[in-house]
């Protein structure tokens, strides 16, 4: 067992019986979406959803909406899980990806056009599971979140090769691109949780635990090690993504600043050079303790919030299992 | 001016001033989408927006709802035209098309990675626009088509090359592809007009009218002039896309039957030639006859509804302008 389902298994300890039992629904109802729409979206879907993960973020809707009934509360965690699948399936198709979680992506399977499509499915199920909910402000946070998704793609297409993408633009990405669909997971558990009231609160929550997420991300990305994150290092260098680690190694390495991304890194092996650089500059340190501070402040968050303590416990518990995936 | 243009002309004349009010908000509210959700999205946005076309979905939202407040009729129609110019982008980017109506796509401008992006943002605010409505039901029935959407495409993906495609499968891939977001903006229409009783009648106009749009589209592919369609005959075939015309000349013709579209149609000059081919077997005209029999069912099924004289002489210029269009 690796240190990630460890603490899995920690917060589903904390979250107790009910918590498995929401998960388990969850996959039920995940696996009937992807047989439920033809022979096609099945052959592809079938694959990505056995394909796994963490689930973290139907997990955040259940600890944001604890002891109330099982229906809307399913649907909206079916509802993130099928948005997040929607962009991985997009991602892959991006990247030209063969692999995911060991499995062959949809991509891989079924070629760009099959993987755009189902990507499209999957994102219009999400919609259609949540409007069974009929809550109006549940749909609408799933497409402020899905809009953000996609407008955060945008933004890093447009900051790709930069040199000069600040660091605030840069959170700015992350909280688009990531942040947006924690909150949105945090958020509507609030909602069907009957807490409308923390909404704010928990979102707030969500979203410093996604910011976070991906700032760790992007670290691993520049430090490794390759076994570790299943790729070469430095592969956000060779597609032109400027993440905080440059940013911030920029400032303090003039060759690192004139560097040309797009002449210089051209194979994994010149990607590697640069991330022994940026690492030799201190970035991949501080870069990690501003993302701590984030997870902090998610942490410190919670400890005026209304709710019973399993729950504060079991929150506590995600925001450091996000760190603890990068320790 | 052209056919199309005439048609458009003679509807918006029996749609009165307030069709052309609606149609001239829709447009306004189109172009504040496209600027309110960053600059990547306008860069890429303004460009399709202003490429324009028919409107020919948010006709058909404003024509199935006559007669009542303005904010919801034209959140329907700009939700219905959103999904569509989403679903054109993501085409673009999997067609590998530089041009639509004579401006460089997305793709062409941005690359795939923006175009796609693009393509899920505009998805996403066609249910932010919806939920604004207030309505499940709305929400629901654009859910309900652009699953549709996605799983015509998967559909066209699985029956590529093949040569057993039947005409039923044909007709089941145009209602999903095509027909299905026709029927959801009669629908909504009908909904927004006060009307949920005339949701059925009309989606089955809808449905019909977008089933003879896809298949008179198809018959163009095959039937040319070039100059018409503004692109070669037969990208269909040069795709792997089996459509109708095909499919019945291939009963007819034995070598038609035995051709490996794979290895055979590999450049323009071989698929103008197997057009030729299909021409030859009498199917052009067999597929014709096939589309207008659902024009001409569509026209039929208005004519017991209870809805005015002016509307329905409207909605059946409509279905006329759909045959104009491949006259």
Redesign the interface.
Known sequence: MNTAQAQLGAVLAAGGPELSRLLHRTEERLAEVAEG?????AE?ATGTLAAGGKRLRPVLVFLCAAGVGDDRRVAAAVAVELLHMA?LV?DD??DRSELRRGRPTVFAD?????A???G??L???A??EL?TT?S?EA??A???A??A???G???Q??DAWSEDVTPERYLERCRHKTASLFEASCRLGALFGGRAELSDPLGGFGERVGLAFQMLDDVLDVSGPTERIGKPRGADLLDGTVTLPLILARRMDHELRELDLRATVVDPARAAAVCDRIRATGALDEARRRALTHVAEAKDSLADLDIPNDRRRALDLVAAGVVERYA
Not at 37 to 41: C, K, Q, R
Not at 110 to 114: E, F, I, P, V
């Open positions: 729409h033809g022979a096609e979206l592809h962009t997009h198709v991006l079924g070629g760009r056009l099959a755009t499509a189902t499209d499915l994102f219009s199920r919609f259609a409007v009929g109006h749909v609408r799933l497409s402020a899905s809009s998704l996609a407008r793609e945008l933004m297409r447009a």
